[in-house]
Structures are given as C-alpha cells and as structure tokens.
C-alpha cells in the first residue's frame, strides 16, 4: 500500500490580469491559492468534496492567517506547498509555505478546517476520516499560530453597510470567502496601497451570510498600522478578522497621500 502523501506542492505564475494595481499578487488571490491548493491536496488523499459528500458533508474554512515577508510580482513563478499539522474528529490544521521560483520563502499561511452538514448546516463529526491521522505532518511552520478575536462593537471608528449581490456568492449559495476580505480591503483606497502592503491578515469564519443580506463592516485601529474588522449582519458576527500593513521597500508611484 502506498505511504499517504503528507505534503503536496503546486506551481504558479502570476499573470498580468491576476495581480492588483502595484504589480503584485493581492491578498485575495493568496487566500484562493490556498483553498485551491488545499483542496488539491484532499483530492490525492482521497478526503475531498466527492467523499465527504457521500455522508451529506462538506469542507469549509473556519479560520485563515496569511503572513508575507514579500508579495509574488507580475509574471514572477512562486509556489504552494501544504501539509496537515493536526487532526481530530472535529477540525484539521492544514499549513502552507509560499516560496519563489527560486525556492525562497516568501511567507506562510495557516488554517482550520471543519466539516458541515450540508442538510442541517450544522458541524459535521469527521471520525469517517480517521485514517487523515497517518498523514499529519511534523513539519514546523514558523508563523505564529491563528489569533483569537474580541468582538469590536462600539469601540468601532469606522462603519459602512454593503448588501451582498449574486456575484458575492459561490457554488454553496453563501457568500464567498474572498468577498469578505475585499469587503475589508476596500475600506483603504489606491493611494494608500501605493504606500501600505498587507503583512499579515487573520480571519475567523462564524456564520454564513447569503445573498441579498446587508452587512456592517466594523473597524478600529490595533496598534501601529493594523486594524481589527468585524462583518455583522443584525449585530451578529459573521466574520472577525485583523489585518496588518507595513510601508512599501519602494515607491510605487509619486503620490504618497494616504486615508490611513
């Protein structure tokens, strides 16, 4: 019987149409990668969206840390490779390293796994998957592990509302992973990107939200350039999440004005 595949790697460039305007991969897209190359991995391990549908469960991300040192730029290869940390019968810990075509690390991303009734959209038991154990993985990831959040509430300084349309929504009729972190990321416009890149970003998936829901996204200020974000729908939490920047090692362009 063949070893279980304990980590998997895929390889990528990243094209002109894929990168944000510096010229660099967007946040957005790293967090896609790493659904993608997650699902890729659960594939090959036989532990994807075809078996766990046979017990009326799917996969969904609960939590996302991305930590970049520096951002892929147009047309630069870079890769994914991922390993599982941990497994029980409730969540799996599955890890990422991002390198260069050169096989630099560029950064590191963490996540949690869990399953949901697909009828009931309740939490799912993943005993079926106990053989997943054989493949944990005892490959350290540097990064520090995924933050907890407190709620923001009224100490926020920022709110705006946004009404969730067909396009937020993927193939579960909910709203997409990404949207929230556009949602997020669109509080800050062009000229301050030209100045701030993302560093790190954290975020906890609580509940669904679906289309035609209108949502407040909720910021406040944590420390020196990061924010603490919060997505509520009726004053419930959907989605919490803190987002880190620092200043960019260039200039981008000569405008150096910023709605920091």
Not at 46 to 66: H, T
Not at 85 to 107: A, K, M, Q, Y
Not at 121 to 129: A, I, V
Not at 215 to 239: K, N, P, Q, W
Request: charged share 25%; proline share 3%; hydrophobic share 35%.
């Amino acid at each position: 019987m063949p070893k279980p595949l304990k980590e998997y790697i895929k390889h990528y460039t990243l094209t002109a149409p894929e990168c944000n305007p510096q010229a660099m991969m967007p946040l957005t897209l790293l967090a896609n990668r790493v659904i993608e190359t997650a699902t890729y991995h659960a594939n090959e391990l036989g532990v994807g969206y075809a078996r766990l549908l046979k017990d009326g469960k799917a996969w969904v991300l609960s939590r996302l840390s991305i930590e970049m040192q520096r951002w892929p730029a147009v047309s630069e290869d870079y890769s994914l490779r991922t390993w599982i940390e941990g497994f029980n019968r409730h969540f799996s810990e599955r890890d990422f390293e991002i390198t260069d075509g050169n096989g630099n690390v560029l950064g590191y991303a963490r996540s949690i796994w869990m399953a949901i009734d697909i009828n009931g959209r309740q939490g799912g038991d993943l005993s079926m998957l106990d053989a997943l154990r054989d493949t944990v993985n005892d490959r350290p990831c540097p990064m520090e592990k995924i933050r907890r959040f407190t709620p923001i509430g009224d100490s926020a300084t920022y709110k705006s509302m946004y009404r969730f349309r067909y396009c937020d929504c993927d193939f579960n009729r909910h709203v997409n992973t990404v949207r929230y972190i556009e949602l997020i990321q669109n509080r800050w416009d062009l000229d301050f990107y030209d100045r701030y890149q993302v560093s790190r970003f954290d975020i906890a998936f609580m509940h669904e939200a679906k289309c035609g829901q209108e949502a407040a996204l909720l910021l406040r200020e944590d420390g020196d350039e990061a924010f603490l974000a919060e997505i509520d729908l009726d004053g419930e939490a959907v989605t919490r999440a803190r987002i880190s920047f620092r200043q960019h090692e260039f200039n981008i362009n000569n405008n150096n004005t910023s709605n920091i």
